[in-house]
């Protein structure tokens, strides 16, 4: 198949796992992974484009002759086992909230994307041109994972006033004992506001979820 130059926007992110237990080996081991996917009409030489999930656009540099196939499909492992099968990042996925870009040979950033709480063994996915929760198939068509109704989310605690130097927080309980439940796109409310919550996450059967009022490292939040 003859290479092309990619065309703008033909080459996304296409799937992503930040919370790999056991779905998906490589190695042997079972690392995070990042899909990118070519909707282009040939075959693309990628050589010199990169990835990151920092503000370093070059963080990870794809390798010469590095080609995807038209609708194809490229799995990028995150991890630093470069004894293992194919390509391999060096960084790993935050579970809870991560941003993932790439950029071009010329560093001109082609796609990115960014999520909220993650569920382990599920992965995130493009479905008819929206994000959803998806069960992990890398290098293959995407699959939407089924999701609980928002009415089983449950208001199960919180703690408005913490004190000097704390933080409020709530926590919310999703009453489905057999699938997830998406936040993204609920909306809390006090007395006097109104708050659209706008993160890409999800909370597991019987799971429960704290989201605090400001950010805190290592925790979702309003």
């Known amino acids: 198949e003859t290479e092309t130059a990619p065309a703008p926007g033909s080459v996304v992110i296409n799937e992503v796992m930040a919370d790999n237990h056991g779905s998906v080996t490589n190695g042997g081991a079972f690392p995070d992974w990042i899909e990118l996917y070519n909707g282009g009409g040939g075959a693309t030489n990628l050589a010199g484009w990169s990835l990151t999930d920092d503000s370093s656009p070059r963080k990870f540099v794809l390798p010469a002759n590095t080609t995807i196939p038209a609708g194809g499909f490229l799995v990028l492992w995150c991890d630093d086992a470069t ?115 706008t993160a890409l996450s999800f909370v597991a059967p019987r799971g429960y979820v704290q989201l605090f009022a400001e950010e805190l490292p290592g925790a979702d939040q309003l």
Not at 100 to 113: C, E, P, Y
Not at 142 to 168: H, K, M, R, S, Y
Request: charged share 10%; net charge negative; no cysteine.
């Open 83 to 197: 004894n293992a099968p194919g390509l391999h990042t060096g960084f790993a996925l935050g579970r809870i909230v991560e941003s993932v870009s790439v950029f071009d040979s010329a560093t001109n950033r082609q796609d990115a994307f960014t999520f909220g709480l993650q569920l382990a063994d599920y992965s995130v996915g493009r479905v008819g041109g929206q994000w959803q929760l998806t069960l992990p198939t890398p290098d293959a068509t995407n699959v939407i994972a089924p999701l609980a109704p928002a009415t089983q989310v449950a208001l199960n605690e919180w703690l408005a006033d913490p004190g000097i130097g704390g933080q409020d927080w709530l926590e919310l309980f999703n009453r489905s004992a057999s699938a997830p439940v998406a936040l993204q796109g609920l909306y809390f409310s006090t007395s006097n506001a109104l708050f659209r919550y």
